[in-house]
């Protein structure tokens, strides 16, 4: 099956597909009354499959969502921002739970049949009278239209919403997938510091989209990179409610391709849009790898060039200095043979049997000096491949990121 049989809905999100509402609104957790608060509800119990980060410290929140995700089929999820309700020790996880329990209190729905998520600053519990009337007033809000809402009640260091959607025909019926997300730092693969929520309207057993979730995962937000950090919080969660009337759909299902690719597709998307928004960037790269004795090496030696502070920061200062990739390449772990590596500059040799090229630095740095370009290193020693999508790092990061 071909992603060209899916199709982009413009200005799709949380809420293209059918029987899902959002809303989002201020409950002041953010101190200048920006909306921090957003709601995401299915009409009806949902299959949810997610992944959350690989980081040993994890918030509250995280920790619960994982216990109830494995519970069965979901309502929803309840969102914070402007605090990650993380390192908040017994009493963070009894806000999350409260969170939860408020909300199952007030929808008449099972505490069991919701998840949480939170982001903001690590450290600081969450203003719990505020939680509260926020959730009511965020159940009041519910809308099929308010998925923009939702969008940027989620944004902490986010300059803009990230949304997208994609529809596409199962057995002749329409099956969309929409999601949003959050992230501008502390990106980095397994998994950043972003938070993802997919909807879809097809109908998919939970061993099948679970399966989905983490080949789409391992494709898209584990190969983003914005400075090398990963957080507390991390969370991709997925529901699906089966409102488009399609046959289940599982792992033989003759278009479980189809849904698979679109779903990758999803999250590609709003991964870039997550890179493209990192803070203070002013390049997006792609850093692809070729010709590796094995993957495993591929995906070393791409971490290793996109995390990079010296690659980065030349890239920030418009100059390709390749000598400083060949260093990442060679401290890398991989497997590599320095006289057969061969570096690209969008399609320009830079580097060829591990030394310069004859192509002008001039045309190099005019490369370099645009705002996306492509880095493609290739070693000659096997058909191992790996991509990952990163950034420069510039003044304005550390500017950012040096007080809270």
């Not at 002749?172 to 959050?182: E, F, H, P, Y």
């Not at 033989?252 to 803070?279: C, N, S």
Request: aromatic letters at 4%; a positive charge; charged letters at 25%.
């Amino acid at each position: 099956m071909s992603i060209m049989e899916a199709k982009v809905i413009k200005g799709g999100g949380i809420t293209s597909a059918q029987g899902f509402q959002a809303a989002g609104v201020a409950c002041g957790i953010k101190p200048r009354g920006e909306k921090d608060m957003a709601l995401i509800v299915s009409d009806v119990p949902a299959e949810v499959a997610g992944t959350f980060t690989t980081n040993v410290v994890k918030a509250a929140p995280v920790k619960v969502s994982m216990q109830h995700i494995r519970n069965g089929k979901v309502r929803g999820v309840i969102i914070n921002s402007g605090c990650a309700n993380a390192c908040t020790g017994v009493g963070g996880i009894s806000d999350a739970k409260e969170m939860i329990q408020h909300l199952a209190n007030k929808s008449k729905t099972k505490p069991r049949e919701w998840l949480v998520c939170s982001t903001g600053r690590i450290g600081s519990r969450l203003p719990m009278p505020q939680v509260r009337k926020g959730i009511e007033k965020s159940i009041a809000k519910l809308k099929a239209d308010n998925g923009v809402e939702a969008a940027k009640a989620i944004m902490t260091t986010d300059t803009r919403r990230k949304e997208f959607a994609m529809r596409f025909k199962i057995g002749g019926r329409k099956v969309t997938i929409g999601g949003m997300a959050k992230g501008a730092g502390m990106i980095h693969p397994n998994m950043a510091t972003m938070l993802c929520f997919i909807t879809t309207d097809a109908c998919i057993d939970k061993p099948a989209l679970q399966s989905c979730v983490d080949d789409a995962v391992e494709h898209s937000f584990n190969r983003i990179s914005v400075d090398g950090d990963t957080s507390t919080n991390d969370s991709v969660i997925v529901m699906a409610n089966g409102k488009s009337g399609t046959n289940l759909l599982k792992s033989y299902h003759p278009q479980f391709g189809l849904f698979k690719k679109t779903l990758t597709h999803v999250m590609r998307k709003l991964a870039r849009m997550i890179v493209e928004d990192g803070e203070g960037i002013t390049r997006v790269v792609d850093v692809v790898v070729k010709g590796a004795a094995r993957v495993q090496d591929a995906k070393a030696v791409a971490l290793a060039v996109a995390k990079s502070e010296l690659v980065k920061t030349a890239w920030t200062g418009g100059d390709p200095n390749w000598g400083r990739i060949m260093c990442a390449i060679g401290y890398s772990g991989a497997r590599v043979r320095e006289e057969m590596i061969e570096i690209y500059y969008d399609g320009l040799l830079a580097v060829v049997n591990g030394q310069p090229s004859k192509t002008p630095l001039v045309k190099l740095r005019k490369v370099v000096g645009k705002p996306k370009f492509t880095i493609t290193i290739h070693l000659h020693l096997g058909v191992g491949e790996y991509s990952i999508l990163t950034t420069d790092l510039t003044e304005e990061y550390v500017r950012i990121n040096k007080g809270e």
